[in-house]
């Protein structure tokens, strides 16, 4: 939740275990100088560190925020991404989940926007309450917060769509409360290279409730749009 690297685990391993080489970079989503705290901001830090890592060209992956920070990044970046998988991305339209008026210190009306994010309330435990809280009761999280969710909201990219002609995976919750369904469809209409594929019983994270399928459906689309990868022999890796 809120962009913790843990929401990715389960993917990281299956692409892992299928030979893909995986970078899951840290957004530092509260931790940008107040100044470069906006989506864009983002997008700079995603290309110094694809730069570091010396890569030419990725596959981007990202859920809600990540979504949209790949979709920006690809728009600034074209030849350096060969394809995208985007779950729940923002760049169109969210439903606001109270962060600019959220009761911080409420842990049931906490709760209560946290269940937004899942179908299956039971993901909501008292861990993922907590965390939440303390980031809320962070005046400076808090803030950065803020300022990132109102940026998504400025940066939208509805009207660029039809310049990322790059193979993209749109792998949406039927149930997604905050970019329902029809976000989806709406970027499948102005993406030129992209599919989509729905799961049911299913919120805004597909990853963390499906992991499952949304890991088949990713590792189907690499292997038809980059290819699968040989094994490393043990006399590559010495």
């Known amino acids: 939740m809120l962009g913790d690297l843990s929401n990715w685990t389960r993917t990281i391993t299956a692409l892992s275990e299928a030979n893909y080489r995986v970078l899951a970079p840290v957004l530092p989503v509260y931790h940008l100088p107040l100044k470069e705290s906006h989506v864009l901001g983002l997008v700079t830090y995603t290309h110094r560190f694809l730069e570091a890592m010396a890569m030419d060209q990725s596959v981007l992956i990202g859920n809600s925020l990540g979504g949209h920070v790949a979709l920006l990044y690809a728009l600034q970046h074209p030849r350096q991404v060969a394809a995208m998988v985007l779950s729940g991305a923002s760049g169109i339209y969210e439903v606001e989940i109270g962060t600019s008026t959220m009761r911080r210190r409420d842990r049931e009306f906490i709760r209560e926007r946290a269940a937004m994010t899942f179908y299956d309330p039971s993901h909501v435990t008292d861990e993922l309450v907590d965390d939440m809280l303390e980031i809320v009761n962070n005046r400076a999280t808090a803030l950065r917060l803020i300022r990132m969710a109102r940026s998504t ?37 102005r993406l030129p290279q992209a599919q989509l594929r729905f799961i049911d019983r299913c919120g805004h994270a597909p990853m963390i409730e499906h992991p499952e399928l949304f890991n088949q459906y990713t590792l189907d689309f690499l292997s038809e749009t980059i290819g699968t990868p040989r094994p490393v022999t043990s006399t590559e890796r010495l």
């Open 153 to 189: 909201q400025q940066e939208t990219v509805t009207d660029r769509l039809h310049a990322l002609d790059i193979p993209t995976l749109l792998i949406w919750g039927r149930d997604d409360r905050i970019t329902p369904p029809d976000v989806a469809e709406e970027f499948l209409h």
